[in-house]
């Protein structure tokens, strides 16, 4: 475990040191703002109920954040216990302001992958992949800004994933005549 912390903290302080621009970091900073409390998958799941045709794809959005929410805030958290990068690891600077709960797993990430690729596997190409290219985007926020190690963002991401199987394969289950939108 050693090892992969101290793997973990050479990697942010890499990103820090070789990617990390000033002109970046206010919009890294909005971009993971999107991840805050799942707000912006919970708002474009939830403005999805409000049509016909992509309501089963806004609920299922909305299970898989619910399943991800459980498996991550509310158990994995809490047991993990997990300090944050920028309090161990020598010379990492955090941008933005400090998290008030545990580290691992991302909760940013898993809520990003598992609303994007609900919306991957659901909506048109165009907007799923569009969807899931920013799910992506926003887990790399968490590194960039210091706040995650890299195992804690690919745990979001397995979780989110796994989320995201589980709610469409739920869905399914309940109506197997429902398919991908084109």
């Given at each position: 475990?050693?090892?992969?912390?101290?793997?973990?903290?050479?990697?942010?302080?890499?990103?820090?040191?070789?990617?990390?621009?000033?002109?970046?970091?206010?919009?890294?900073?909005?971009?993971?703002?999107?991840?805050?409390?799942?707000?912006?998958?919970i708002l474009l799941s939830a403005?999805?109920?409000?049509?016909?045709?992509?309501?089963?794809?806004?609920?299922?959005?909305?299970?898989?954040?619910?399943?991800?929410?459980?498996?991550?805030?509310?158990?994995?958290?809490?047991?993990?216990?997990?300090?944050?990068?920028?309090?161990?690891?020598?010379?990492?600077?955090?941008?933005?302001?400090?998290?008030?709960?545990?580290?691992?797993p991302s909760g940013h990430s898993?809520?990003?992958?598992?609303?994007?690729?609900?919306?991957?596997?659901?909506?048109?190409?165009?907007?799923?992949?569009?969807?899931?290219?920013?799910?992506?985007?926003?887990?790399?926020?968490?590194?960039?800004?210091?706040?995650?190690?890299?195992?804690?963002?690919?745990?979001?991401?397995?979780?989110?994933?796994?989320?995201?199987?589980?709610?469409?394969?739920?869905?399914?289950?309940?109506?197997?005549?429902?398919?991908?939108?084109?």
């Open positions: 475990m050693e090892f992969i912390t101290q793997l973990d903290g050479a990697v942010l302080l890499w990103i820090q040191e070789y990617l990390r621009k000033d002109f970046l970091n206010p919009i890294i900073t909005f971009i993971t703002s999107l991840g805050d409390a799942g707000w912006f998958w403005l999805l109920l409000f049509t016909k045709k992509y309501r089963k794809i806004g609920l299922t959005g909305l299970l898989a954040l619910f399943i991800g929410f459980l498996i991550t805030n509310l158990w994995l958290k809490n047991m993990v216990m997990r300090v944050r990068p920028y309090e161990v690891v020598e010379g990492l600077t955090l941008i933005g302001r400090k998290a008030h709960d545990f580290s691992f898993t809520a990003s992958i598992a609303a994007s690729t609900v919306f991957l596997m659901m909506m048109p190409k165009k907007f799923g992949i569009a969807a899931f290219l920013l799910g992506i985007f926003i887990c790399f926020t968490r590194l960039y800004i210091g706040i995650h190690y890299p195992t804690d963002v690919l745990a979001g991401m397995v979780i989110g994933f796994a989320a995201a199987f589980l709610a469409v394969w739920i869905v399914k289950k309940k109506d197997p005549s429902f398919e991908k939108i084109s």
